[in-house]
């Protein structure tokens, strides 16, 4: 659970505002994606901060998404998991909700992006500062190929009195045999073992949905004040996904 100096650290006053110290790993291959989250959510307000357990893994219709960073904030009506599922339960494509995200969410980026830098400011430079504010993630399986579009509403801030916010986009849906490994979040664990290991060291012959889960499990434990369990792991293939992990504290959705 997150620990009593970062809890300190983010007692500040204004609106409450949610963050997900997030690792999201997903697994791709030519046949399948798996998925596995972490379940912290810190929750900001005039109070000060606590920690509580959220399902990280949703899906509307055939289309599954993921978020990370900032997912909320009272103060300017920024409501990412509430946009991405309206984003994602009226499109027709998993690049259709990712679109339909990016046009929804736009309005509120900068607005966010300034009520976080002033009254979070502990926070913002850790986490925020030339990062990212929001990272998001669409996926699931079209006409047999697993498709999964990665964005990131980059932060660039330069001690500037306005940060830029330039968003990224990068859409997976190759149909070789290569295995694919994405993620948003906390990634710097994950990228410090590939290196000293190499992937396929890190995550030797074992299946997608476990695989997913050593790599966020390698972020938990670089992490745990602010990376915490249960983690949730998700295999989606075809028409039909089936949860490998789910925990009651997540509160995640059974998928028909």
Sequence with gaps: MISQGLLAALMLSCAEAAGAFTSVVVVRTAKEIAIAADSERVVMSPGGASANEICKIRREGHIYFSLAEVIKDSATGFDAYRTASDAAGGAASVQDAADAFQRAINPYLVPTLK????NYPAYYQATIHNGSLLDAMFFGVEQRVPIVVMMTFAVFDWNASDPLIVPTRAVHHETGAEVQILWI????????????????????????????????????????????????????????????????????????
């Design 115 to 118: 009520s976080v830098r002033q």
């Design 185 to 256: 979040g906390s990634i710097a664990p994950i990228m410090a073992t590939m290196r000293d290991q190499g992937w396929r060291q890190a995550i030797a012959g074992l299946p997608p949905p476990q695989a997913a889960f050593a790599l966020v499990n390698i972020a938990l434990q670089a992490n745990p004040e602010v990376i915490a369990p249960p983690i949730d792991v998700l295999e989606v293939k075809g028409d039909h996904a089936r949860w490998i992990r789910r925990s009651r504290a997540s509160k995640c959705r059974s998928f028909r």
